[in-house]
């Protein structure tokens, strides 16, 4: 873990005197996350200077952060519903990616939740589309290749075979 030196939002030094406040970086442990989660049940989820001043080792947009984007009761992270997807979709094509109007119209899903699942949804859609475009290349061909051998006068896969390997009378279709 890195330690820097705290200021407040606006970079404003929060040391008092010759106490020096440290801001630990990194991931929250289980023990701040339960303290956030008490902060904010007392405090509100308003006040994030003085939740963050209590916690001691986070900064007020780290805690306001973590709280509405992964603490917050409130929030679903069960996996999305297609009824989810189907209105993210709708809502998408309504606003634009205004993604914080978005997740307040769905209510149980974080900003940064409905942003990531919206991207999931785009490259899968991409690629779906790209694998159709790619079976009906690779369909069209077929069909251009057939209709080729039907003009050599090949009329049945066993004609085909035959083109490809030569004498299948080894080989029996009917097995």
Not at 2 to 9: G, I, N
Not at 122 to 142: D, H
């Amino acid at each position: 873990m890195m330690m820097s030196y705290c200021a407040d939002e606006a970079g404003h030094d929060t040391s008092v005197g010759n106490a020096t406040t440290f801001v630990i970086t990194g991931r929250f442990t289980k023990v701040e996350d339960i303290l956030l989660g008490e902060l904010v049940k007392i405090h509100g989820a308003r006040h994030w200077p003085r939740i963050a001043n209590k916690i001691g080792t986070k900064t007020a947009r780290q805690c306001r952060d973590r709280y509405n984007n992964y603490l917050d009761p409130r929030l679903n992270h069960e996996e999305w519903t297609t009824d989810e997807d189907s209105r993210l979709r709708s809502l998408y094509e309504t606003h634009g990616p205004k993604w914080s109007m978005i997740s307040r119209q769905l209510k149980t899903r974080s900003t940064g939740s409905v942003r990531n699942r919206w991207c999931l949804l785009a490259r899968q859609s991409a690629s779906n589309e790209t694998k159709a475009q790619m079976l009906q290349s690779t369909t069209s061909n077929q069909i251009s290749h057939i209709e080729s051998l039907e003009d050599d006068g090949i009329h049945s896969i066993h004609d085909v075979l035959s083109e490809v390997f030569g004498d299948m009378s080894w080989y029996d279709l009917t097995s």
